[in-house]
């Protein structure tokens, strides 16, 4: 089958399209725009090697599998919305509260058309990446949820937090909410107008739920911890895309 893991690194030009950098940030580029135009399922890499410009056995020589692949393409979305939140909270100490962390994502993976076909419109893409995940980059997915877990317990130590549950289960609430606003939206007749709506109400919701009436000098002295952990994992994502593009 066509992008297997087993399919045979054949065909490559290793010295097309320039820069080694340069040419796995081509077939990333290309892709992301295959998967938001086809879905997972109806792509090959045969076609993300011809729209970019490069042989089969190119991308293998960056990439292993299909999955890799597009585990990457998933990952430097992943980036991109990580550091807009973490500018986000730079800019005000009020942005780490989880409701606003919550309306934010929302927004971001609306108006990112990579996280927007993954997670909304294709689980069982986002099953097949999130296994891959688990085996391909799993320091990186503890890390995930080590970093979410740490910042329940920074924004409890602070007294930003409404009293009950232990960080793993706030997690869990907050993780189900957000899943569930971005995957029920098109499955039911009562979804709000549109995304910043949605994204609106979801704040609401996630506020309502776990957040304690908001201190301007608790925040601001937790808003440091909380943005370190975020640009940690950041940094560390950084570095597993750069790795899988080298590998």
Known sequence: ??????????GGRPGAGGGREERADRI?????????ALGYRRVSVSEVAERAGVGKGTVYLHFPTKEALFLSVLMRSQEQMIRAEVAEMRAD???ILPGRVASAAYLLVDRDPVARTVITGDTETLGVLARTAATEVAELSRLRFETLAAYF???DGHGLLRPGGTAEERLFGYSATVTGFLVTGSLTPFAPADAEAAARLLGRTVGDAFEAPADPERLRAAAPA????????LDRLVEEIARQKSS
């Open 226 to 233: 909380v943005i370190d952990l975020f640009q940690n994992l």
């Open 28 to 36: 990333l580029q290309a892709a992301g725009e295959l998967l938001t």
């Open 1 to 10: 089958m066509a992008g297997s893991g087993t399919e045979q690194r054949t």
């Open 93 to 95: 100490p009020a942005a």
């Open 153 to 155: 317990r920074v924004l």
